[in-house]
């Protein structure tokens, strides 16, 4: 608040008495104890680190690691360096961060919008869900998963079967997966070239409507091309491009398939849940925020449900929804650094044992600390974008 | 009737929907073909869900490692002759909601009634010893004639209200600790003693009580005019909040020791509380500010065309209104920081859910997972919700969003 008074000499303010003054006196006395306080920290670091002999430095992530990660994205071992651990572990947060992500999404559009609806049975157990997960904390919902569940399936050689077939194992769950033959080579320039002919049409299409000024579906023609030539190079590949490996048991251990450890799994499932009643309520508030008078014109105009739903409702309620659904999904991946009390090698883990390893305390914190703020400063971005995009659709 | 349709002035409110029950299942489960199908699907997950969980409930499930470790849950290694002064804390807390609710809520006696029956059921408990009975019952008491006294009214009566709980979330702390000038009546009791549900709440309380003014000074640096007070504030505000509670706390427990000069130590407990109120003073800053910004520019004007400072203006004026509009967001934000203390199990606290898993780590419990946690989470499901169900209820009473 800066009142600017007219003074009546030009010169009568004494510049002790001149709010200008005071501000720039008040900020530089402000910023030297800050200064101060934090170089009294930081010598007292350092005079603590030199009596431990200690130096201060990364030159020990090229250092060889020494142990072990059970799952690992890319090829990893004992005698690899703490920096790969590092990208090992960023890896694992950015894989159950990602199915995270999309699953709680998933699972949070069904609840909020069964929240809403018509049918008391879908709302009651909708608003059961959501308010027995907000109201518990996370910590206890994943070592509840853990330990109470995931490692409690039957041992290996007792495996429960689910079509698929999916096993659950107290080692793991396996499910089928695809893998590439010599064909898949061929299969994946198909591929590209779908793609690509796919955008082109897309990017036309899209050229042309705004040029008409008529709706020309663009994004179904992209995919009715795309699919097309896919099935196209299925048919046409010397042999089959990709080849079903279902999981089965070999002795004492699960062999095939994709086997997903009780750990991973415990850490994705508790996630996705205990974000997805978060999500719930974002979506639920988006919906409400949504006045009952646009329905009822769009409905007047001859629109039906869904084309309710898609062009009048969810656009304006996407507005409402995109900023607190990006801070759900911040705190997602953020929340998993909890892996670390159940065992999952995510990026938190793995800095902890690379801590133990070398007792480099202030140099690991510093990395993980500055890693977790960039990916949280690139989602906000990313989100921010994505946001103004969509507030473009405002009058 | 009759004399209503004559004047003709009078809107009448719509009339109410009246159904037999056939009606309401008719009109709410199989209104259309789709609902009937959702129905039922529903009914099926319900049964598939609830079936086994029930089962297990009524006939597996063995309570009896709740029931040995039952103190250890509660109160952790807390001294068993100190006991009396947690009793004492929970009878003052009786007197602050009866008076709250007395200033405040009135009516409502069905829920009174609930809230009233909690500690009545709890007596019926199996396990509660007949001291802890007795005790029980007498809080009732208590808050029944705390509120009484406060349906006297009177605006310095609703004033005190306000500041007992402040008076009271301080004094938690002091008498828990206990004071080291006067060992005969309340000896300190040392950190590593505390466990359990009060480690929890303790933490709560500190979290709540320090990082508030912290947040408040934060949201207004981030608004201030002054550049370097600004981005000082910006800075520590996105930074905090772009990290991982667990990396604050292993911070606290792992560089606070490097930061302190040599020969000075604060132990884990304090620590763990140093990083619980830094990381949550910056998101009740952002919480804040949300305030601050919907409080509208010509209360500023206001304040300053009355003549008063640039502090009364703040302290008076626009703080007030702010943090009243914030409420809801700021209780969210302490159910938030009540739930996340359980992080402190990563830096070794032994608070609710570190004695749980301590409890199972014990050979002749390590089966025993599902009935330790079960009461874990409906322990924090309970306080959570209450604590959000209260700030619905404040919400209405104190009007926010109708001014």
Known sequence: MQITRPSRSGRSTPFWRDERYLALLG????????????????????????????????????????????????????????????LVGLLNTALVSILGIFFATLLGLIFGVARLSTNFLVQLLARGYIEFLRNIPLL???????????????????????????????????????????????????????????LLVYLALKIYERRAGRPARALLWACLIFIMITVAGWLLAPAQPLALDPPRVEGLRLAGGRQMSPEFMALLVGLAIYTSAFIADVVRAGIQSVSRGQVEASRSLGLNTLKTLRLIVLPQALRVIIPPLTSQYLNLIKNSSLAVVIGYPELFHVSGTILNQSGRAVEMIAVVMAIYLSISLLTSAFMNWYNRRVRLVER | MAE??????????????????????????FSTWYNSLLTFITLGLAYALLKPFLTWLLEQANWEVVEVNFRLLMVGQYPPDEIWRIWLLLYLLAAVVGLSWGVWVRGRLALALGLLLAPLLLALLPIATPSARLNLVAMDLVAVAASRMGRLGGPSLRRFAAWSWVIYLVLVILVVRGFALTPEVMPRVPTNLWGGLLLTCLLTVVGIVFSFPLGILLALGRRSSLPAIRAVSVVYIEVIRGVPLVTILFMAAVMVPFFLPSGITIDRVLRAMVGITLFSAAYLAENVRGGLQAVPHGQFEAASALGLSGFKTMTRIILPQALRIVIPVLMGQFIALFKDTTLVVTIGLLELLGIARAVLAQPQYVSYQREVYLFVAAIFWVISYLMSYISQRLESVLGVGER
């Open chain 2, 4 to 29: 209503e349709i004559a004047a003709p002035r009078q809107i009448l409110p719509p009339p109410a929907e009246r159904y037999t029950w056939l009606g309401w299942i008719q009109k709410n489960l």
């Open chain 1, 27 to 86: 900020q530089a006395v402000f910023l030297a104890i800050l200064v101060l306080l934090l170089g009294y920290l930081a010598r007292n670091m350092l005079a603590n680190m030199r009596q431990q002999g200690l130096g201060l430095g990364f030159d020990f992530l090229k250092l060889t690691s020494g142990f072990d990660i059970g799952e690992h994205l890319i090829p990893y071992d004992r005698s690899s360096t703490f920096q790969q651990a590092l």
């Open chain 1, 140 to 198: 206890v919902l994943l070592i509840f998963l853990y330990t109470a569940v995931f490692i409690k399936f039957p041992r290996v050689r007792e495996a429960v079967m689910l079509p698929g077939p999916v096993m659950l194992t107290n080692r793991g769950i396996a499910i089928p997966w695809a893998i590439p033959t010599e064909a898949f080579s061929i299969f994946a320039r198909f591929l590209g070239i779908g793609l690509l002919l796919a």
